[in-house]
């Protein structure tokens, strides 16, 4: 059963909207067509401070995103270039 993706305004504005709309309609299918499908196979779970987030690979990016079983939920938490995406996740997130 497909997980329902919840995209919050400020992850939104701060990794979607600066990339071109290419690579946003790329990564936005990535997220609707393989990790709402399959959120606990398709990304790999993160540790420390990450713990509770997966991340997805991509060729271009990475797609960091929590899963909210009770909710049947994806939040995306980051998206970006691996040098700098996993420092971009806001701290109320973590």
């Known amino acids: 059963m497909k ?3 919840d995209y919050p305004e400020k992850i939104f504005k ?3 909207r600066p990339l071109s ?7 936005k299918k990535l997220i609707e ?3 709402a499908f399959n959120p ?13 987030y997966r991340s997805f690979r ?4 990475r797609i960091v995103y929590r899963i909210n079983i009770a909710e049947h939920k994806i939040i ?3 998206v970006g270039y691996r040098k700098d995406v ?7 997130l973590l």
Not at 21 to 27: Q, S, V
Not at 40 to 52: A, C, D, H
Not at 58 to 61: G, R, W
């Open 58 to 61: 991509t060729k271009d990016c």
């Open 14 to 16: 701060r990794d979607f």
């Open 21 to 27: 709309p290419e690579i946003r309609k790329k990564i």
């Open 3 to 5: 997980y329902e993706v």
């Open 76 to 78: 995306p938490a980051s």
């Open 40 to 52: 606990f196979k398709v990304g790999k779970p993160l540790s420390g401070n990450l713990k509770g």
């Open 33 to 35: 067509d393989e990790i």
């Open 86 to 92: 996993y420092d971009k996740i806001p701290l109320d």
